[in-house]
């Protein structure tokens, strides 16, 4: 048997992998950063022969919440991830599974290569009403990805769409996929609609070079984006500068962050509640929006989430609140599971990517409702 982790992605620290019943297994912290939770690695040598392996330093990591009722996800061919028995014991993360061929990766969340990613914006370029632009490198020198889609227009909102600013929470970026798939299907009537009333400005990954390195939620820096937006440096977190810096040519009118959260396994929204420019007509906007999507999916809800800020009491760092004040607009921060959702369970998957891609639809919907009150 052999564990290997050295491609896109991988993250794992094989400790022993002589006895099949008593793997033994770390995960790396993310570069330059103390954060970690994300593992992804392969084993191979193992057909037919049960195995457990023990991630040891599970008890360490960023997330704690995040293990309970927590199952791995596998996969022999790279596209269909599924869900392995795993259990945490308060101090190992315990994965048993008994493979049916010779390769098997194991993964936190289903992963989204950045090759997946070049093909993504590849792909996208080719539709007549998409224009690519190259907004500069990262820390790592990859580029940092931006796609317009549809044509400017008296009267036409501006949108934007961010995603994998925490690079571990792939299911932002599969949910992405989802949502340019709708937007750029010529026969999809609330994609025409939508294209006819605003112009959309999309980021699909936020932090190529924590995605390469396998990192939760830190770039090659160190820094967590999501916390860069006041005062973004070319040195330090050079994908908000240049993202920020576009958003302030092109102006806003909408924008959704997309993310994944470790412990809730739920799908919700965080608004920016706690900006000091927060008032009534700006909570029904995020209020109706939510009820929006909820009819749009029954994987939505609004419910449960995290705790909603006091009035002034902000972090202005987020990109959420950072935004909704710089712009005045309707700025929300979507959130997926690791795990799955309570209220719809899938047994085998989980939250998956084809549930993500889903609800990427399911949000244009829900904006296509909630165009006319920009």
Not at 198 to 225: C, E, H, I, Q, T
Not at 288 to 311: E, T, V
Not at 342 to 357: I, L, N
Request: glycine share 6%; hydrophobic share 35%; charged share 25%.
């Amino acid at each position: 048997m052999k564990i290997t982790q050295n491609f896109d992605s991988g993250n794992i620290e094989v400790l022993s992998v002589e006895d099949s019943q008593n793997i033994r297994l770390a995960i790396r912290k993310d570069s330059n950063a103390e954060y970690s939770q994300w593992f992804h690695y392969r084993l191979t040598g193992a057909k037919n022969k049960p195995v457990t392996m023990c991630i040891t330093n599970a008890h360490q990591c960023s997330y704690l919440e995040g293990w309970d009722d927590y199952q791995a996800v596998a996969s022999y061919d790279r596209e269909t991830w599924f869900r392995v028995e795993t259990h945490y014991d308060g101090k190992q993360l315990v994965i048993k599974h008994q493979p049916e061929c010779d390769s098997v990766y194991y993964a936190y969340f289903a992963p989204y290569s950045m090759e997946r990613h070049h093909d993504l914006i590849a792909q996208a370029q080719m539709h007549d009403n998409v224009e690519h632009m190259l907004l500069g490198q990262t820390v790592d020198g990859q580029d940092m990805d931006l796609l317009k889609i549809g044509s400017d227009g008296d009267g036409k909102k501006v949108c934007w769409m961010i995603a994998r600013q925490h690079p571990g929470e792939t299911m932002a970026e599969w949910w992405m996929e989802g949502m340019l798939a709708a937007l750029l299907d010529q026969d999809d009537p609330i994609s025409k609609a939508l294209l006819n009333k605003a112009v959309f400005y999309v980021v699909p990954n936020m932090n190529p070079d924590g995605s390469k390195r396998g990192n939760l939620r830190a770039n090659a820096a160190g820094a967590n984006l999501n916390r860069e937006w006041l005062e973004p440096s070319m040195d330090r977190s050079p994908e908000v500068y240049l993202v920020r810096e576009k958003m302030e040519q092109t102006g806003m009118d909408f924008c959704l962050d997309v993310h994944g959260d470790e412990a809730l396994p739920y799908n919700f929204i965080a608004g920016s509640e706690g900006i000091a420019d927060w008032n009534e007509d700006r909570q029904a906007l995020l209020d109706f929006y939510q009820q929006a999507l909820i009819n749009a999916s029954p994987d939505f809800q609004n419910k449960i989430g995290y705790d909603i800020d006091k009035p002034g009491e902000a972090l202005m760092t987020v990109g959420t609140n950072y935004l909704a004040q710089a712009f005045g607009c309707l700025v929300m921060t979507l959130e997926m599971p690791f795990k799955d959702t309570v209220e719809t369970p899938d047994e085998d998957f989980g939250w998956s990517p084809a549930r993500s891609q889903e609800l990427g639809k399911a949000c244009l919907n829900a904006l296509y409702q909630t165009m006319p009150k920009l």
